[in-house]
């Protein structure tokens, strides 16, 4: 059977560490507030990024506003932590003040390297937020608090990963098909794949349906295409191109996490704890949990990878 082993090798590489984000904002009537951020990573022996290369991916530095500490346990294991506060003082600064890079995909020093058709700085994940306030006749105030944290780049380059093999096995294997041709079955696996990975190829433990479909639907069309240079073209044949490229071995996948994208190992390893407290009622949230005017939402900034990730509440102030 043809396994897809990305997300297998990508966990074993993930078990080396742990990133607990926690972000706890307030909103106030008059649409300004204060937002707490703390970062803790939990180091043992295996875990294989530098104190340096974090605070970069995560641009936690001096820089950025984010004062630097450390606690040693009695077993000997140690927490790096990350810690900082900013205020915003009327309801347009917090999309004007807040940091919009959240994580980094690659370091510097390869952020100019590419894969396929994505640059390797061009992967990170950003959050942009939104806070509106009005007026209603009765002297009510309502106000809003809007988050979104989108990935850039990221599925894209795990999907040139995937098939950055594919075009030089086509030239070799059926020589006669032309270079546009060839293009145009890269373009529609990119496509299915990209597809593959928004319902879980990339993050569910059970790959091998979606592999096993991606590239069904991939071959089917890649004979058409190619059927009509090559009479002897077999799908089978052209499959087993499409299966060779989506199972790799834990080498590969090392190369892809740890040398080229080390930011999006990071993103296996983290788990974020969003808390916000609303002024007044609350009146609409798509919170997970609410105690009050206090809300609570829990993610991983690998569940991006389906989509961008929302928070959003509303609330009203009463005269």
């Known amino acids: 059977m043809h396994r897809s082993t990305l997300l297998v090798a990508a966990t074993v590489i993930a078990t080396s560490g742990c990133l607990d984000y926690t972000i706890d904002t307030t909103l106030r009537a008059d649409g300004s507030g204060v937002r707490s951020e703390r970062m803790e990573v939990t180091r043992n022996d295996d875990f294989d990024l530098s104190p340096e290369a974090l605070i970069t991916l995560t641009r936690s530095g001096a820089s950025h506003g984010w004062r630097p500490s450390m606690e040693i346990h009695a077993d000997g294991d140690t927490t790096w932590i990350?810690?900082?506060?900013?205020?915003?003082?009327?309801?347009?600064?917090?999309?004007?003040?807040?940091?919009?890079?959240?994580?980094?995909?690659?370091?510097?020093?390869?952020?100019?390297?590419?894969?396929?058709?994505?640059?390797?700085?061009?992967?990170?994940?950003?959050?942009?937020?939104?806070?509106?306030?009005?007026?209603?006749?009765?002297?009510?105030?309502?106000?809003?608090?809007?988050?979104?944290?989108?990935?850039?780049?990221?599925?894209?380059?795990?999907?040139?990963?995937?098939?950055?093999?594919?075009?030089?096995?086509?030239?070799?294997?059926?020589?006669?098909?032309?270079?546009?041709?060839?293009?145009?079955?890269?373009?529609?696996?990119?496509?299915?794949?990209?597809?593959?990975?928004?319902?879980?190829?990339?993050?569910?433990e059970n790959t091998d349906d979606l592999v096993a479909r991606a590239v069904d639907d991939i071959s089917s069309h890649a004979l058409r295409v190619i059927g009509f240079y090559h009479a002897d073209a077999r799908q089978e044949t052209i499959a087993d191109i499409f299966f060779e490229a989506f199972s790799?071995?834990?080498?590969?996948?090392?190369?892809?996490?740890?040398?080229?994208?080390?930011?999006?190992?990071?993103?296996?390893?983290?788990?974020?704890?969003?808390?916000?407290?609303?002024?007044?009622?609350?009146?609409?949230?798509?919170?997970?949990?609410?105690?009050?005017?206090?809300?609570e939402w829990e993610f991983s900034p690998l569940d991006d990878l389906r989509g961008p990730i929302e928070i959003y509440a509303e609330s009203v102030i009463r005269p």
Do not use: C, H
């Open 82 to 204: 990350q810690e900082r506060q900013r205020g915003f003082d009327s309801p347009s600064s917090w999309a004007e003040t807040a940091e919009s890079v959240v994580l980094l995909g690659a370091l510097p020093e390869r952020a100019a390297d590419r894969l396929g058709l994505v640059r390797l700085g061009d992967v990170k994940l950003r959050s942009a937020i939104q806070v509106r306030r009005a007026g209603g006749s009765d002297g009510s105030i309502s106000i809003s608090y809007r988050e979104s944290f989108v990935w850039d780049d990221a599925a894209a380059a795990m999907v040139e990963f995937l098939v950055r093999d594919v075009d030089s096995s086509l030239r070799q294997r059926y020589p006669s098909v032309p270079e546009l041709e060839r293009g145009g079955i890269l373009g529609f696996a990119r496509a299915r794949v990209r597809d593959a990975g928004e319902a879980g190829l990339f993050f569910d």
């Open 248 to 295: 790799f071995d834990e080498e590969d996948t090392g190369r892809l996490f740890t040398e080229l994208l080390p930011g999006l190992n990071l993103a296996f390893n983290t788990s974020v704890v969003f808390r916000l407290t609303m002024p007044g009622s609350v009146t609409t949230t798509n919170a997970g949990t609410r105690d009050g005017s206090v809300l």
